[in-house]
Nanobody
């Protein structure tokens, strides 16, 4: 059974750091991404990484503060979040695509598997 298991969310003060993990089981992904959804807002793209060449992409709002990486041996992707701001508060979702990129890595429809979400809260 395909699963994406997220971990690493929590409460942190502004300026602090957190690292999210997303472990994929039972399949190999082509690309994995992170999205987030704040209360009352739509789910938004954060970052993505290709399995084969590690090519990455970031939303402008997190560029320079967040880093996405992967460990193929563990079939796991990480999101290192530094210099966190209160506006980063959201539920963070990892997503994986078992198919080659057809749409954009920034679009939710590219991904056919989703994690359960993990809460990140940044206090001011």
């Amino acid at each position: 059974q395909v699963q994406l298991v997220e971990s690493g969310g929590g409460l942190v003060q502004a300026g602090g750091s957190l690292r999210l993990s997303c472990a994929a089981s039972a399949f190999s992904y082509y690309v994995m991404g992170w999205f987030r959804q704040a209360p009352g807002k739509e789910r938004a793209f954060i970052a993505a990484i290709n399995r084969v060449d590690s090519n990455t992409d970031y939303a402008d709002s997190v560029k320079g503060r967040f880093t996405i990486s992967r460990d193929n041996a563990k079939n796991t992707v990480y999101l290192q979040m530094n210099s966190l701001k209160p506006e980063d508060t959201a539920v963070y979702y990892c997503a994986a695509s078992s198919r080659s990129v057809t749409y954009s890595r920034r679009q939710a429809r590219q991904y056919n598997y989703w994690g359960q979400g993990t809460q990140v809260t940044v206090s001011s």
